[in-house]
């Protein structure tokens, strides 16, 4: 699949060139210049992801997914929200808490709200979108997220 979106993104490089050279490059130092500034951030979150889970027994996360009832669905999907990660780190942890006898809906919530909430990324994607449209995205995702639990909570 990368090597077809690599592949792709060298011919639309490629004819972009032929069609206008000075537009290309004036494209290509601003997305290098947008990268640089990106880079930093992405690596301060993943840092700080990395640090909270070293920091956080794996027990203690188990024990949050016990807790039954909504105060428990909630929490959960509040601490989703927090800590943001991508889908191939999340699903496994899922699988992971899943043979330790998390409940599927719950779960369901929570990995939803990993991978769509993210606090954590949020002053990125503001300084990016703008604070309103980062703030409407962040709660639908958090509030779809919530209905994705409570629907697997029904279906299961």
Known sequence: MS???YTIMAVAL???????????RRALRI???SLRGLV???LGMISLVGLLLALIPPTAITSLFNIH????????SAIGSLITMPGPIAFPLAGSLLKLGAPPATL???VTTLTMVGTVTAPIESSYF???????RQSLSFLTA???GLLMGAFL
Request: proline content about 5%; charged content about 20%.
């Open 108 to 110: 369901a919530a929570f």
């Open 146 to 148: 919530i209905l994705i």
């Open 3 to 5: 090597s077809t979106l």
């Open 130 to 136: 703008g604070k309103r449209f980062t703030i409407m």
């Open 14 to 24: 490629l004819l972009s060139w032929w069609r206008d050279p000075e537009k290309t």
């Open 31 to 33: 997305s290098h210049h």
């Open 69 to 76: 009832g909504l105060k428990g669905f909630v929490l959960v």
């Open 40 to 42: 930093p951030k992405i």
